[in-house]
């Protein structure tokens, strides 16, 4: 493994295991029963909102639970098996999945609930970054092979 993908593979550890504390705290207000102090700034920014609406869940599975789950994988796959040579199409594809479903959940705050969650946005930037450095994990694997 090259210097450059080490150090890339360090930080999708890092976005990761952020992604992991965002959305536990998120999942920790999804099933909370009193309103959130640093997430209820207002009408317009309300995590409280967000986390607890119609949209908040799939299958009765929380979103933010989907959420620990993918970074914990992204997070195994940058770790523990980042020697595998299948690694960086892994990460690249699962970060796309995550990156999508950030997509759809932010058009869900915008255009549906017509509220922000700082929590949501946070995580819609940790799994931006992590996308971007598995393409360059990628590409420079290409550039190696």
């Not at 909102?49 to 949209?55: A, G, M, W």
Request: net charge positive; charged share 10%.
């Amino acid at each position: 493994m090259n210097t450059a993908n080490r150090w890339l593979f360090v930080v999708i550890a890092l976005l990761s295991i952020a992604g992991i504390v965002v959305s536990s705290v998120s999942l920790h207000h999804h099933y909370g029963t009193s309103q959130g102090s640093f997430c209820d700034l207002s009408a317009t920014f309300n995590c409280d909102i967000v986390n607890r609406s119609v949209y908040s869940t799939i299958a009765g599975i929380p979103d933010a639970l989907i959420g620990i789950l993918g970074y914990g994988a992204l997070l195994v796959f940058s770790t523990l098996r980042r020697h595998d040579a299948q690694t960086p199409a892994i990460l690249l594809a699962g970060s796309l999945v995550g990156l999508g479903f950030a997509l759809y959940l932010t058009y869900i705050e915008k255009y549906v609930l017509a509220t922000w969650c700082i929590l949501c946005l946070s995580s819609l930037t940790l799994i931006s970054l992590i996308t971007i450095t598995s393409a360059g994990v990628v590409i420079n694997s290409k550039r190696r092979a």
